[in-house]
């Protein structure tokens, strides 16, 4: 039977295309906040990290109602790092809207999440959102738009998708350009006209799907998901349908359906709609809940594998113990295989030492994002350069290829076209647009990319768009060259002065400012030389009766380049490492010691 009054729907878009934005205007005019209550920007980026980077990095489930009609909506993230995010969302919906901007049209991301959606049968609601936009050039991106269609071979119900164009900043929505509307009436008009009402029978077999969890400090894990079929109800055994066993007679200590920014307790749930439950213990994303006479489990969710691996080590630096308060290898792999159970993207390996941990994922930002999630939390931790995760097939090494897209000045084509092909780039497709800007097309394996971005942005002098999605896997590219310089390194502990400093501005640019404890290993700097250069970064003017103590107060030192969390996850070398704590971000080398580096540097020039 068919569920007339649920809509089940997802919002799919680019990085920074305004998605959630819409969302809030949806919210506010279907009357789920009072009419006085403060709502901020972007409610629904409710993570702290979201808030600062401005990307929505976890998929979050919210509800209207309209005319009677509630709409499940969920706000999926718009970033490639993030597609196991997309892939479980989709599996919850009948449908999908497509946010694209009026101006940039569709990106590379767009492409990405639309396929998954594609591939799904979906059937697509094209919304050009940012019409308020003075470089606006909305025929254009609708065209580009049906030409992506096609060239994800969409079927011909799913390109004859509605088009509908919004300012989401103001909460307008127009069927036709110029006409009177004045809010987003059309908008939810259009989804309960053209996505399918969910088709479930609610006395069959209950299966629900396990798609999302969450965790509340009152009851525990929440399992989020779409019950596909029959009843669940309060005080009632059911079977939990893991991956390799059924654990029967589980109860729910709570059974919520969700309404706004909230979740809504029920004593029963209907079939076809988007629910959470908690009480079921050591549940994983992709179990099934059944029945318990007859349980019955659904296909379990399948995402893309991950293409980037990085090791996480235990802290065991000078300084270690000092500023965190989750400090040991116990400590870490519970956090760890903690953010494994909730993310199916996110892969865990223990190795033969007790101390590493290899962290398998979809890319540096994730990795960045878990790492500072982690940081937060008040975890110490090390962790090392990305690699990436190769594949044999037919007795060759298969490394995964990506594919470049970059919008640039055009004065900068021939260096940064140099650059890649360095790194193995290979120029696919090159156009003028006429307005001093130039879009180009690369296929790069992935290694090539890694620690790319930092470089990309200095050489295009802060104007340079850069996106990348995985093509899939190419043969072995060969050596490639990364840091095309050396480091300063930390001879001795103490801290930073400004008369070392001064002294090594000719030497290379300080990464670590005045007054900073340093320890022995430490990276303080980056050398403008190949080659790593141990210093004395601690080293004080000696007084005499000849000269002022107060002349240091002269010196004008350059600023130093503090770098962030994902600048130094790309900055470092095979032999450093990146020490995250609570309070710093410190980057060292694996061997602390000088001499013994010293002798490992003539081994591997003597192998």
């Known amino acids: 039977m068919k569920k007339e009054h649920l809509r089940n729907i997802a919002i799919i878009s680019h990085v920074d295309h305004g998605k959630t934005t819409l969302l809030n205007a949806m919210l506010k005019q279907t009357g ?10 972007r409610v ?65 991301q767009t492409r990405f999440v639309l396929k998954k959606a594609l591939a799904k049968k979906l059937p697509i609601i094209l919304i050009i959102n940012k019409i308020d936009r003075s470089d606006a050039r909305i025929e254009e991106v609708i065209s580009e738009t049906y030409d992506l269609f096609i060239d994800l071979d969409a079927s011909e119900q799913q390109i004859e998708f509605p088009i509908l164009y919004t300012n989401a900043k103001i909460g307008v929505c127009h069927k036709k350009m110029g006409d009177s509307c004045t809010d987003l009436q059309p908008l939810l008009q259009t989804i309960i006209d053209s996505i399918p009402a969910p088709e479930a029978n609610d006395e069959g077999n209950p299966q629900f799907l396990i798609t999302n969890l969450d965790y509340d400090p009152y009851v525990g894990q929440i399992a989020i998901g779409r019950l596909q079929s029959g009843k669940l109800e309060m005080n009632t055994n059911y079977s939990l349908c893991a991956k390799d066993k059924v654990v029967p007679n589980v109860k729910f200590s709570a059974l919520y359906t969700f309404y706004g920014l909230t979740k809504k307790p029920v004593i029963s749930a209907e079939s076809g709609d988007i629910i959470a439950l908690s009480g079921v213990e050591n549940v994983k994303i992709g179990d099934t809940i059944s029945s318990l006479i007859d349980p019955q489990p659904l296909p379990r969710l399948t995402v893309d594998e991950p ?5 996480f080590y235990v802290n065991n630096g000078p300084f270690a113990g000092t500023e965190g308060k989750f400090l040991t290898s116990r400590h870490l792999l519970e956090r760890l295989e903690r953010e494994s159970l909730r993310n199916v993207a996110i ?32 975890y110490e931790l090390m962790v090392s350069r990305p690699r990436v995760i190769t594949k044999e097939e037919k007795g060759r090494t298969m490394e995964p290829l990506e594919r470049l897209f970059l919008d640039i000045p055009e004065e900068f084509v021939g260096k940064i076209t140099e650059k890649l092909s360095i790194r193995k780039g290979r120029l696919e497709s090159l156009v003028n647009k006429g307005s001093g800007r130039v879009s180009m097309e690369f296929l790069i394996p992935s290694r090539g990319l890694i620690g790319f971005r930092s470089q990309f942005l200095t050489d295009t002098k802060g104007g340079g768009v850069m996106n990348s999605l995985l093509e899939g896997y190419g043969p072995w590219f060969g050596p490639i060259p990364q840091r095309m310089t050396g480091v300063l390194v930390a001879d001795r502990a103490g801290r930073v002065t400004t008369y070392a400093s001064y002294a090594m501005e000719d030497r290379g640019e300080m990464i670590v400012e005045v007054g900073t404890q340093v320890y022995a290993g430490m990276i303080v700097g980056e050398r403008n030389r190949v080659g790593d250069m141990n210093v004395n970064i601690i080293k004080e003017k000696k007084l005499t009766n000849m000269r002022a103590s107060t002349s240091d107060t002269t010196i004008i030192l350059r600023p130093s380049r503090v770098l962030s969390l994902d600048q130094a996850i790309e900055f470092i070398a095979e032999d450093e490492l990146v020490e995250v704590t609570p309070q710093n971000v410190r980057l060292r080398k694996m061997e602390l010691d000088a001499v013994r580096r010293a002798a490992q540097q003539k081994g591997q020039r003597d192998m």
């Open 32 to 41: 789920v906040f009072r009419a006085n209550q403060a709502v901020e920007d």
């Open 44 to 108: 629904m980026d409710s993570m702290d990290l979201e808030k600062e980077r401005g990307i929505t990095i976890t998929a979050k489930n919210t509800a209207v109602d309209y005319n009677g009609v509630k709409i499940n909506i969920v706000d999926t993230p718009g970033h490639a790092d993030f597609g196991g995010e997309v892939e479980r969302s989709l599996n919850m919906v009948d449908g999908a809207i497509l946010l694209v901007d009026s101006s940039e049209g569709p990106l590379p």
């Open 307 to 311: 293409t980037v691996s990085m090791m």
């Open 347 to 378: 892969k865990i390996k223990k190795l033969e030492r007790t101390d590493a941990f290899e962290v398998c994922g979809r890319g540096e930002l994730q990795m960045a994002v878990l790492i500072e999630t982690m940081r937060r939390e008040g």
